[in-house]
Nanobody, 111 residues
């Protein structure tokens, strides 16, 4: 199993980023997937989950209305569109599946 995240960076408050996670090694279209984040000095927390077809999504209260999770099963890729970013969104963002994690991508939001 391999999960490779990309798309992080440094952005100002109110800016946007789009994260991508390309998966391999399992039947991607058969599973829900989740984006997580680990803020500095804190535990990893779930951010958004998407069902295997993409028809159902769930979000942490802190990101509702600002983040959108989506997936492309043909490309084995899950995305996280992040808008109206806040400094408290600063974290390493990971996609996760069944106990597997990617290397993460750093998102830093300056004030």
């Amino acid at each position: 199993v391999q999960l490779v995240e990309s798309g992080g960076g440094l952005v100002q408050r109110g800016g946007s980023l789009r994260l991508s996670c390309v998966a391999s090694g399992f039947s991607f279209s058969s599973y829900a997937l989740t984006w997580y984040r680990r803020p500095p000095g804190k535990e990893r927390e779930p951010v958004a989950t998407i069902s295997m077809t993409g028809g159902t999504t769930n979000y942490a209260d802190s990101v509702k209305g600002r983040f959108t999770i989506s997936r492309d099963n043909a490309r084995k890729t899950v995305y996280l569109q992040m808008n109206a970013l806040k400094p408290e969104d600063t974290a390493v963002y990971y996609c996760g599946w069944n106990g597997y994690w990617g290397q993460g991508t750093q998102v830093t939001v300056s004030s």
